[in-house]
């Protein structure tokens, strides 16, 4: 595999997804491989390169997971312990779950939370804390450990619980614990520190044009569950320790590599979701080809970050792209690419079955979360997916959102079974499945790992 055929399929894929910048880093058996292209603005254009800084969304856990097993050898927490053994004051919508909930429930996603609330409590070391202070405005999807579903708030709790064991700021903490040991220079959760160097700008692509968005990130109390900025070459470096035997780039050593493994263990089983098979701590767990994989993506503000490692085959591969709708779809294109030709690893998705009106009908209507409602609509001959932001809270807000996925085709997988994919669109390839009440009627349906509940039957 030639640098020069990397660059091509990089070039080819960003301009067929409309991505105006994309920087790729791949480690693959000893080898450190990157490629780039575009700008980092359509606006004030710098070139992409392997240290160019993206924003990686929900990418960031991963450092709060890592940091909480580094904290969890040197004795300082506690997995099974429950949360209120760090933060005895914390009030959740309902006390049973406040007082069960427990570290391991945060960091597979089965603490039954809700998936957002983007709370903003401003840019001051109290951010977090005055957020944490206001979660029992969240709703409580289920019971601890009765399922997972994806919660960003679920990971800024655990920024908090950080931040009380070490007596300090989440961002020094983690600084501390992973970035400065592990030579991860350009990597930070702060804008004030990437704006000295060169940093991508999230874009939006409409067919009227493509804008910059207003705003680089998330807000503070966001950083633990997706407020961090890295490049290729740190996220390369990144893989490479988690590869290792938990050394820092001194030589070091400041976790085990037993740790570091078991972060890639299953500890909880995820049904018919394109993210994986499971997840790990904090991981999701995914069996490609016949090969064990594990990794994360996340978006932010127009920018979009993937990241998968193959431990059997020595190699992983991290792509940060720079628009919306474009960018997901993007980097999924070029690490399938990447893994068939490097390992030759075929990462294909499932075709749907032929529509079926009355399977439809038990689907059709209205699915919420938080903050967006899902639509399943059937078109006669195909059944249709819209993802959009609620219109009150895009309303009411005074910050750039995430833009909305308009209807595209999905399908049942199967002639029976509730799974399902989406076939086209920005989300393309997202598999799920509707859920039953005990009655056998559908009452939610996942997707993205999140469990969005049906607020509306029929048309």
Known sequence: MTANELHQIVAKTAAEYAVPGIAVGIWHQGREIYSSHGVTSVANPLPIDQDTIFTLGSTSKTFTATALVILAEQGKVDFDAPVRRYLP???????????????GNLLNHTAGFDTWMLLDTGDGDDALATYVDHLDEL?????PGERASYSQAGFNLLGRVIEVVTGKTYERAVAELLFEPLGLENTTFFAAEAMTRKFSLGHSVTDDGTTVSPKWKLHRAQNAGGGGASTAA?????ARFHLGDG???SGE???????LQAMRRQTVELHGSSIGDGFGICWFLREIDGAATFGHGGSSHGQFADFIVVPEHDFAIAVTTNAEPGGTPCNQAVIRWALEHYLGLVDRDPEPVAHDAERAAEIVGDYEVDMMTVSIVDEDDHLTLAARIKPELRAASDEAMPADCEPAHMGFLAEDGDDY???AGPLQGQRGYFTRDEHGVVNGIDLAGRNFRRVRAGV
């Open 253 to 259: 050593r400041i976790v085990s590599a037993e740790a």
């Open 247 to 249: 050394r820092a780039a």
């Open 89 to 103: 004051d914390l009030k959740l919508a309902d006390e049973e779950t406040a007082a069960a909930i427990t570290i």
């Open 421 to 423: 994919i989406v076939t």
């Open 139 to 143: 709703t409580l999807i289920a019971g």
């Open 234 to 238: 740190d996220l390369v470096r990144w």
